[in-house]
């Protein structure tokens, strides 16, 4: 359970460090420069201490499957990024994909 846990904190760190990028304004804005580089640190820091218990395929696809689809949400919610159909179906297709790497390693 505790593995779960950092590898949630390293999804939510990972988006956190991408939405950091964005309000840099290509490193023009100090705080959130410092900022992406701290939150990535820690997400990656949380990430390996995830990579204790899962195999490191299931780890990583369920880090950077679900912090891409959060950080679209992110996008669309706080940046007013456009919406379409093929970006929430593409969404959608990350999350069963997700779902259907870690229903795998159940079967083996």
């Known amino acids: 359970m505790q593995s779960w846990l950092y590898l949630l904190v390293a999804i939510v760190l990972e988006v956190a460090g991408t939405t950091s990028m964005k309000l840099s304004e290509g490193f023009t804005k100090t705080i959130p420069s410092i900022a992406m580089f701290v939150f990535y640190i820690l997400s990656l820091v949380a990430l390996t201490f995830a990579l204790r218990k899962f195999d490191m395929s299931m780890a990583y696809a369920i880090w950077a499957g679900l912090g891409t ?4 949400i992110v996008s669309i919610v706080y940046f007013k990024e456009s919406i379409s159909l093929i970006k929430v179906g593409s969404i959608a297709l990350i999350i ?3 779902v259907g790497l870690h229903l ?4 083996i």
């Open 104 to 107: 795998s390693n159940k079967s």
């Open 69 to 72: 689809a959060l950080i679209t």
């Open 96 to 98: 069963i994909g997700v």
